[in-house]
């Protein structure tokens, strides 16, 4: 009777294994793993703690109009600094009027809200004026967005996806000396809560 060939199973024979099995079942890229493949190596990839980097960039100023931001400028308050992708979606329309409309909250705590993608000033302008037409003409964001044309500032800050050439869903709160102290990146389709931005800046305010 024939006998099959028996295999050795040593240790270099299961790693083998296990590794081919891994790269079977490995799931597909999220953004967030495409984001560390995209930082590695970057020097701004773990910038809690550091100095914020410093940006001067067109924007649509918290009345409507077209200006410039600069992060000197809120030297000495509390910064909530939000990325996300880009304009026109959903999500994001809802988060930044959510944070919008409660801007004083965060003004009593000595802190100012900013938005920034790598959209122009102009696509923020006409979606800003898009929202306030399906809104009866008020106003739905009353935040400053930076426009990221660039991608220096993404970049800058460890929050730009290379492939895609856009921010990813990040959150950071800038001390009022501009040092960095929180930086929390979410997936998409993940929402981003007010009420524990805000409680973060409470805490650090104790």
């Known amino acids: ?16 294994g296990t590794a081919k099995r891994a790269r079977v ?9 495409m984001l560390k493949r995209s930082a590695a190596g970057s020097p701004h990839t773990y910038i809690v703690g550091r100095t914020a980097p410093a940006f ?3 924007a649509v100023l ?7 931001v600069s992060l000197a400028d809120f030297c000495g308050r509390f910064v909530v600094l939000l990325f ?15 944070f919008s409309d409660r801007c004083d909250e965060f003004d009593a705590v000595g802190c100012s809200v900013i938005a920034c993608s790598t959209d122009s000033e102009y696509a923020h302008y006409n979606w800003r004026q898009q929202l ?23 970049r800058a800050f460890g929050v730009l996806n290379e492939h895609e050439g856009q921010a990813v869903r990040a959150m950071l709160i ?10 929390i990146i979410s997936d998409t389709g993940m929402s981003r809560s007010v009420d524990e931005t805000l409680m973060l800046v409470q ?3 104790i």
């Open 1 to 16: 009777m024939a006998v099959g060939k028996v295999t050795k199973r040593t240790p270099d024979n299961l790693a083998e």
């Open 25 to 33: 079942t490995a799931p597909e890229d999220t953004t967030v793993e």
């Open 56 to 58: 001067d960039a067109p």
């Open 62 to 68: 918290a009345d409507g109009q077209i200006g410039r």
């Open 84 to 98: 996300y992708p880009g304009d026109c979606a959903g999500m994001e329309a809802r988060d930044l009027v959510e």
């Open 132 to 154: 306030e037409r399906t809104n009866r003409g008020e106003a739905v964001i009353h935040l400053p967005v930076v426009s990221d044309r660039t991608r220096r500032i993404s």
């Open 174 to 183: 800038i001390d009022p000396m501009q040092q960095i102290r929180v930086k």
């Open 203 to 205: 805490a650090l305010t």
